[in-house]
């Protein structure tokens, strides 16, 4: 009936309270997950997860109970049916309330797939088939109902008094959620024979399942054309995965890792951990940030030397332009007297670790038929007129 596997990680029994020997009962199976995607979607929108999360879930404490090796083997043979108390049915009942009938518009927060008292612990009633499920109530103690769980008395669905013999039945606390609860119940309830007292709980698992399983609350579109979680997410390389290996805590030199040789005919390639670590030691530790920003005229009076010149351009002796030599002189001879070299264009232009905003306050010259550059034509006008972006434009800031 349940598949279920061990947990070798120590935790806790939710009823005995045991540390070893455990169990972990899934109550919900994976294959849920490999429904249309239609199905599934109708899923997480009614478990208030987000799109893609269903497989999580699955996998999470709220679809599993660790339990007893022995206490998880009779509860996956059904000698025992955990069911949602009626106050835990209306708790439920009333997160749906929450879901249904949304219009497509409505993108407000659905509440989170929780409806637990702030311990996280969610109430259900233990209800007992087998001799050693009932040597096991009585073993373990359980509490019993309180007038709460009996909703005052009165059943749910209709109103009516509960089937005397109802509060003999004890509770059970666990991290379960109800719809994975409910959903194994009707397993159980299934292959066992009812009683009118078992039957007030089984009329409410089948109610609570009803919603998904006859498509009663129906998703809105935007939800269903949500990418999936993780689905943008990319592999990383091998050298992006291992390339860099961090040193113990415990070592502050530092050890060098072993150096690994990919062997390539008579190649020998170092490996990338040993290329990343000497590329490290080359790196000097006081230079400058090459990711901060440029500075403004006014802060770069205040800058340090080191930094202001860093940023500097190096005194280059300026070049004779052979283009436009042979632009103004096309047939004259190659003699300096008829045609000397002409000078480089006077730059006018400001420097260009001057702040200014071209994107926000445009040059006087983009204004103008053609948009022709000028004498004052900087690095800074190019890149706006090349690409409309400011080569020294601030950060933004939030």
Request: proline fraction near 10%; aromatic fraction near 10%.
């Amino acid at each position: 009936m349940l598949e279920y596997k061990i947990h070798f990680n120590e935790r806790k029994c939710v009823m005995s309270g045991a540390i070893t020997k455990l169990s972990r009962a899934w109550l919900i199976p994976d294959e849920v997950a490999d429904e249309e995607e239609h199905e599934v979607a109708v899923k997480e929108w009614m478990f208030g997860l987000p799109r893609g999360g269903l497989p999580f879930y699955l996998t999470s404490p709220a679809n599993g109970m660790v339990l007893r090796d022995d206490i998880c083997n009779m509860y996956s043979h059904g000698e025992f049916v955990l069911v949602p108390t009626f106050k835990t049915f209306l708790d439920t009942m009333k997160f749906i309330e929450g879901i249904k009938s949304r219009k497509e518009s409505d993108r407000s927060p659905r509440c989170p797939h929780t409806l637990a008292s702030p311990s996280g612990l969610y109430r259900y009633v233990f209800i007992a088939y087998s001799k050693a499920a009932r040597a096991l109530q009585t073993q373990l103690k359980l509490q019993p109902q309180s007038n709460e769980d009996l909703n005052g008395g009165f059943t749910p669905l209709d109103g009516k008094p509960y089937v005397a013999g109802s509060e003999q039945y004890p509770i059970l606390e666990c991290y379960a959620h109800p719809f994975s609860i409910s959903a194994y119940a009707d397993k159980a309830f299934s292959m066992r024979r009812r009683t009118p007292i078992t039957d007030q709980w089984y009329a409410l698992t089948r109610r609570i399942l009803e919603q998904w399983e006859q498509k009663l609350i129906q998703p809105p579109q935007w939800f269903v054309d949500e990418p999936l979680i993780g689905e943008d997410d990319s592999e990383l390389s091998a050298t992006e995965a291992m390339g860099y290996c961090l040193l113990p805590p415990n070592d502050p030199v530092g050890a060098k890792p072993l150096t690994v040789v990919a062997v390539d005919g008579d190649h020998h390639d170092e490996h990338y951990w040993q290329k990343v670590g000497s590329w490290v030691d080359n790196v000097d530790p006081n230079a400058p940030d090459p990711n901060a920003p440029l500075p403004s005229e006014q802060d770069s009076k205040t800058s340090t030397v080191r930094t202001k010149q860093s940023l500097q351009r190096s005194p280059l002796k300026l070049r004779r332009s052979y283009r436009l030599r042979a632009k103004a002189c096309p047939y004259a001879s190659a003699s300096p007297d008829r045609c000397p070299y002409p000078p480089s264009p006077p730059r006018r232009a400001a420097s260009a670790l001057r702040y200014r905003d071209v994107v926000r306050n445009p040059p006087a010259w983009a204004k103008r038929d053609g948009e022709f550059p000028t004498p004052t034509f900087s690095s800074n006008d190019w890149a706006y007129f090349s690409y409309r972006i400011a080569l020294n434009a601030r950060p933004a800031t939030t």
